[in-house]
């Protein structure tokens, strides 16, 4: 087939998907979905795993087409509104928002909370859409390729994220890299899934599932902060009255700085998206990580640096869309959030895969072209509503904590029913005071903790296909390639950390 008939083949496909998603219950329940997607994404300790646990039951009563449709727009609605908290808060929504608390909230903290959350919104917006093309274009292509990696290219795409989180935080890269080590660790807790022997569990039968990602992220993160900030932070939290639609148009600098880091962001998170199992977190650390080292004034990163918001923002939205590519062409989940979509889908007898694609064409084009209606609503209807979200988050602090702390609570409950997980939210929320006392960062922690179990999987598949043979890690070129970038990118890091500073040269004063 050549181009123009290709071409042809998506605008026809593409008409019969608008005609789907137009339709007026689809349009309505894509609608709700963004709407409670955004809300309930707003609020502190409720992610997208917490909001479409409490909602999906509604499904149920719903056409199946009508359903993924609505359940889509509350999975890539609260990637809008995760970032609201992130940034007015420190707080993050989900634990993909957490890179947006790294200069959003010092650029709220300095009264640029307005152009902070409009260009999060803008860049969400282009990160989306970016990934809704390569969806129309390239789904089969991209998921093909993502399905040829082995082993041993996961793992070493792994672990050039684990030495790319060493490079996220300000500060000490030695102090990064012994977090993502402490991270690996906390994420080897557990039941080996080779032997079915649990270790590291100190015979606690809780710990035999592993530890809770989201009480790790909401104790490092948000209770943290809210620790740290009870005495510190005036009553009213966040002044509504200083983020006016005038306070949030962007300056001619801030749009000058605003394409790149979106080009980038975007394709950081397309790749990722479309790899099964890793998703828009690992996306948004990657790009704030290559944001900070393409940076003429990387010292910017931490205090309020716009790029640092806008590349992890696109490539989060981009990350939400391209995952649908290996969920909805091969059956296998892109995220954490979207294998909940799939059982859903297999609940209401629908099998994803390549089947969907060409047996229920309406269902996977009308899907696509609802990302681009809610998308849309998500523009239009987001920047005027900042003001409704602010005033949700502009009570009185000390009204305000008490409530953080109830949403973290129910939030971190809701997804196992599990009292145990509170305490760890405990846990963790003094362990990151300490950190914070410390000045030891917690999102290579995170990181590490994500990536270190998934490379230890790979990592025992390639000995496993190979017989013990370490040189099968060398065998292939994109393996290769991958362990040479994270060979590259350890050198840098240590040529930053430890290069001879040169004394700074005073210049000369004028006599007065």
């Avoid at 998907?17 to 309930?40: D, Q, R």
């Avoid at 860049?123 to 990934?131: D, E, K, Q």
């Avoid at 274009?137 to 795409?157: Q, R, V, W």
């Avoid at 991270?183 to 899934?193: F, I, Y």
């Amino acid at each position: 087939m050549d181009a123009f008939g290709f071409l042809g083949e998506i605008v026809a496909k593409s008409s019969l998907g608008f005609e789907t998603a137009l339709s007026p219950s689809n349009l309505m329940y894509c609608a709700i979905g963004v709407t409670l997607g955004t809300l309930l994404g707003a609020l502190p300790g409720i992610g997208v795993l917490v909001s479409l646990s409490l909602l999906f039951p509604i499904t149920f009563h719903l056409e199946p087409t009508a359903a993924i449709i609505m359940l889509g727009g509350i999975y890539y609605g609260t990637a809008y509104g995760g970032s609201m908290a992130s940034i007015l808060l420190n707080v993050p929504g989900t634990p993909a928002n957490a890179v947006a608390c790294l200069d959003g909230y010092p650029m709220a903290q300095q009264g640029r909370a307005g152009v902070a959350l409009s260009i999060t919104t803008l860049s969400s917006f282009f990160g989306a859409s970016i990934g809704i093309v390569l969806i129309m274009l390239f789904a089969p292509l991209i998921a093909a390729y993502a399905l040829e990696f082995g082993p041993s290219e996961y793992f070493a795409l792994m672990l050039l994220g684990l030495m790319a989180a060493s490079s996220v935080s300000q500060g000490s890269p030695i102090k990064a890299i012994a977090m993502v080590f402490v991270g690996v660790a906390l994420g080897l807790v557990g039941t080996d899934l080779n032997s079915g022997l649990p270790r590291y569990t100190f015979s606690v039968i809780e710990l035999r599932d592993g530890i809770n990602l989201l009480a790790i992220a909401m104790g490092l993160f948000g209770v943290t902060e809210v620790i740290a900030s009870v005495r510190t932070i005036k009553p009213g939290g966040v002044n509504r009255d200083s983020i006016t639609f005038a306070s949030m148009v962007p300056t001619r600098d801030d749009m000058r700085r605003f394409w790149m880091p979106s080009l980038r962001g975007s394709g950081i998170g397309a790749f990722f998206g479309a790899l099964p199992g890793t998703g828009g977190m690992i996306a948004s650390f990657m790009s704030y990580a290559v944001e900070k080292r393409v940076a003429k004034e990387p010292e910017r990163f931490g205090k309020g640096a716009i790029e640092g918001v806008i590349g992890p923002e696109a490539a989060n939205n981009a990350a939400d869309q391209t995952a649908f590519i290996p969920t909805l062409t091969l059956g296998i989940p892109g995220s954490p959030a979207l294998a909940l979509i799939l059982g859903i889908l297999l609940i209401h007898g629908i099998n994803p895969g390549p089947s969907l694609v060409s047996e229920r064409p309406e269902m996977f084009w009308g899907l696509i072209m609802s990302f681009w209606i809610g998308n849309v609503f998500l523009l239009i209807l987001n920047l005027p509503l900042i003001g409704i979200w602010i005033r949700v988050l502009s009570v009185p602090y000390y009204l305000l904590y008490p409530a953080i702390l109830f949403f973290v609570c129910i939030g971190i409950y809701s997804v196992n029913h599990s009292p145990f997980d509170i305490w760890m939210v405990v846990i963790f929320s003094v362990v990151g005071y300490g950190m914070r006392l410390l000045g030891m960062p917690a999102a290579p922690l995170v990181l590490g903790f994500v990536l270190g179990p998934m490379m230890e999987i790979q990592f025992r598949r390639t000995l496993i296909f190979s017989g013990g043979d370490f040189s099968a890690f060398v065998d292939r070129p994109i393996a290769v390639t991958l362990l040479a970038v994270t060979g590259l990118l350890f050198a840098w890091t240590m040529w930053s950390a430890f290069r001879p500073r040169r004394p700074r040269r005073l210049e000369p004063q004028e006599n007065e």
